[in-house]
């Protein structure tokens, strides 16, 4: 499996701004969507999965701190804000905090600092892979998945998953009980490496084979439009 890179959406209508950013990024394998409004901003962060977002204040059509609570009343996800902008009163920051933003960067800026904080806030929104556990379900239908291990146990009975398998399975553990579309689940698992179309679904198909098929109840279920969730 493909270890994850930075995936971020970047709205900034100034245009030498954005790639300066984009070039920084790019040169430590981030991947770059750019919104140059607010609306452009609030309609990509909707329909994509990112790591996290850096959100410029004074946007054209909708301003920064409207697409920040926009995306915080529509999102199925916490996604990581970073604000960005001129304005460094306090009163401005506490707004953007208000608004629902998990840090704030005034302008002018260094791109090392950008960075690093964007890694700080996506590694706090990440379960840590080192000692936890996630556990669903009770008595028959309980699903126990051991980070370290990378053992998973259902209904008391291990269950063997390929890394793919396992890693869909995180995914849609950690989202209970909402569901998971394909293009959040590739770009989790693939990032921007090409993925054969039938990938995905060769995939699902021998982990419910293994997680599904050997128990009375199934609890991969299939939203059709919509993706993929946890039932118990």
């Not at 004074?58 to 960005?84: F, N, S």
């Not at 401005?92 to 791109?111: I, N």
């Amino acid at each position: 499996m493909k270890e994850q890179q930075l995936k971020v959406l970047l709205v900034e209508d100034n245009v030498a701004i954005a790639n300066n950013i984009a070039s920084y990024f790019s040169n430590r394998e981030a991947i770059m969507d750019f919104a140059y409004d607010g609306e452009q901003g609030i309609t990509l962060a909707l329909s994509h999965f990112y790591d996290c977002i850096i959100l410029d204040i004074a946007l054209p059509k909708k301003d920064g701190l409207v697409v920040c609570q926009a995306i915080r009343a529509q999102a199925e996800r916490h996604i990581p804000i970073i604000m960005l902008t001129a304005r460094d009163t306090l009163s401005d920051k506490v707004m953007g905090f208000e608004q629902g933003a998990d840090d704030y960067l005034t302008k002018p800026f260094e791109l090392e600092e950008l960075y690093v904080r964007c890694l700080a806030i996506t590694q706090r929104q990440q379960v840590s892979a080192k000692s936890k556990q996630l556990k669903l379900g009770r008595d028959d239908t309980e699903l126990v998945l051991d980070f370290a291990s990378k053992q998973v146990i259902r209904a008391g009975t291990e269950i063997h998953l390929q890394p793919i398998g396992f890693a869909i399975l995180r995914i849609l553990m950690e989202a209970y009980p909402r569901a998971v579309s394909r293009s959040e689940l590739c770009d989790k698992i693939w990032g921007d490496e090409p993925t054969d179309s039938d990938a995905l679904r060769s995939h699902f198909y021998q982990l419910r084979k293994v997680l599904d098929k050997p128990f009375e109840q199934a609890i991969i279920k299939t939203i059709h439009g919509v993706g993929f969730s946890l039932t118990f």
